[in-house]
């Protein structure tokens, strides 16, 4: 069984960092590209991140680009979302996201149960 | 303002057969990325519905089917079940946002 487990989130003040993690468990990890996707409570789903299997590719959405950074360690099955400069606008649930393919863009089979962020003064 | 537009909600009654559109444009559905589904329940996290863009994961009813064509895309469900009381998001590439993008989400009330 596929099991994403989001970490990290918590309230923040604006300006600050926080490293979202995601432990990833029941499928051969190496094999799968990984993404992160938000979601303002009550609103649509954003895209944020990706990273392939091989972190050769990676993409982020331009509100986030330069401020946050995502990295993987296939040794330990887990991808990171390192966020900086953060906003109150950043304030979401933030999902973890597998996708079929190795390089995306694919679909996503399978999400964590996410993690809250909350940037406030 | 999404990349994706979908109709904000829809309804139909148990039994009937309701449609959800996601109109993209020639960067994304129009240049050939395919269209993947999802289904969300409140406080739920998203689950695949349909990928590929009529493909339906192991354990999907197949009274949920997908289809393409041009700058489009549709989700049916038939046979409409108040189980089925959900949001539904659609979801692509961009080929110049570099990046997926992702409908702004419908929210299916069954009447």
């Known amino acids: 069984e596929v099991q994403l487990r989001e970490s990290g989130g918590g309230v923040v003040q604006p300006g600050k960092s926080l490293r979202l993690s995601c432990a990833a468990s029941g499928f051969t990890f190496d094999d799968c590209a990984m993404h992160w996707v938000r979601q303002v409570p009550g609103q649509g789903l954003e895209y944020v991140s990706g990273?392939?299997?091989?972190?050769?590719?990676?993409d982020y959405a331009d509100s986030v680009k330069g401020r946050f950074t995502i990295f993987r360690d296939n040794a330990k099955t887990s991808v990171f979302l390192q966020m900086s400069s953060l906003r109150p606008e950043d304030t979401a649930m933030y999902y973890c996201?597998?996708?079929?393919?190795?390089?995306?863009?694919?679909?996503?089979?399978?999400w964590g149960q996410g993690t809250l962020v909350t940037v406030s003064p | 303002q999404s990349v994706l537009t979908q109709p904000p909600s829809v309804s139909g009654a148990p039994g009937q057969r309701v449609t959800i559109s996601c109109t993209g444009s020639s960067s994304n559905i129009g240049a050939g990325y395919d269209v993947h589904w999802y289904q969300q329940f409140p406080g739920r996290a998203p689950k695949l519905l349909i990928f590929d863009n009529s493909k339906r994961p192991s354990g999907v009813p197949d009274r949920f089917s997908g289809s393409r064509s041009g700058t489009s895309a549709s989700l049916a469900i038939t046979r409409l079940q108040a189980e089925d009381e959900a949001d539904y998001y659609c979801?692509?590439?961009?080929?110049?946002?570099?990046?997926?993008?992702f409908g702004g989400g419908t929210k299916l009330t069954v009447l």
């Open positions: 979801h692509s590439y961009d080929n110049t946002l570099s990046i997926s993008v």
């Open positions: 990273i392939s299997w091989n972190g050769a590719n990676i």
């Open positions: 996201v597998k996708d079929r393919a190795a390089s995306g863009p694919g679909d996503f089979d399978s």
